[in-house]
């Protein structure tokens, strides 16, 4: 090869390199911008979904009213069981996750630590190229963050005292709300947590993980309850506060990548399973299965 050609040839590859290496980088910003526009878009549509229920999520929303009502009339027996009942074995199982026993645990359910939780997971999706892991990262934040934004709305409007100031009245609301002894309701340590946990659990295939995220969910809610920081009702409502919007923004996410990839909905081979039925030979099987 002539000495001329070859030169050319390295000429074209090193610009090549170059150009690439150009369109890589310019990329980033275009991903990382693509990813924050859908994570608005879904906290807008976490806010604008009470006008899109139907009848089952109707249904629903009236279940969580009537089992928030239920263990508000309950409230104050269980606190004062809780503080005659130190060593039961209720308290003794939720004893992981105190606050004076296990700080980091019963700091998974706050916000800041879930948010930087969430960065590192979607700074390793943009270095490693995954865009699974670059959706965990921003499903769980913007799905804790509406959830936070909501909340803090709430606070500022309504207030409830704490059961450890509250002197077992579980009726003492405040309007507009104050300090942090009147942030009771409704609980952020069991909304943060379960927002995250419903989004994961609901958004990938994580087998056996599952229930062990949601049994962590739990006792960090729990715990606030046991520690005195949270009435019972306001747990229960957090709780499946956080569970509503995990689940809606990782139906979204499901949603976006089925339209990508042009195959089927995700989220219908998750949520239930199909009756199938084969022919081998001589025999019929029949049976039920569903996707894990």
Request: include cysteine.
């Amino acid at each position: 090869m002539p000495a001329r050609s070859g030169s050319k040839l390295a000429l074209a590859a090193v610009l090549s390199l170059g150009s690439a290496g150009h369109a890589a980088a310019q990329s980033v910003p275009g991903t990382v911008f693509g990813d924050l526009k859908y994570a608005v878009g879904d906290v807008l549509y976490l806010y604008t979904s009470p006008f899109r229920l139907d009848g089952r999520g109707a249904l629903a929303a009236g279940g969580v009213a009537a089992l928030t009502g239920i263990t508000l009339v309950m409230d104050d027996n269980l606190d004062r069981w809780i503080r005659a009942n130190p060593s039961a074995w209720p308290m003794d199982a939720i004893e992981p996750f105190r606050a004076d026993q296990s700080p980091e645990l019963e700091m998974l359910g706050s916000g800041p630590v879930l948010l930087g939780f969430s960065g590192g997971l979607y700074v390793l999706g943009l270095i490693f190229g995954s865009e699974d892991l670059r959706e965990a990262g921003i499903g769980c934040a913007s799905a804790e963050h509406g959830q936070t934004i909501l909340r803090w709305v709430l606070y500022k409007g309504v207030g409830r005292r704490r059961p450890s100031v509250a002197e077992g009245d579980q009726y003492l609301f405040d309007i507009p709300g104050g300090d942090w002894y009147s942030r009771s309701f409704y609980g952020g340590h069991a909304a943060n947590i379960m927002t995250c946990a419903s989004y994961f659990n609901h958004r990938f295939h994580l087998s056996v993980a599952e229930p062990v995220i949601m049994g962590l969910a739990l006792g960090v809610g729990f715990g606030r309850v046991a520690d005195r920081a949270h009435w019972l009702s306001d747990t229960v409502l957090g709780a499946a506060v956080g569970y509503f919007m995990g689940r809606t923004v990782a139906h979204r996410q499901l949603e976006r990548k089925a339209d990508r990839q042009g195959g089927p909905d995700e989220r219908e081979e998750r949520s239930s399973g199909a009756i199938f039925a084969t022919h081998d030979g001589d025999r019929l099987r029949v049976g039920w299965r569903r996707t894990f």
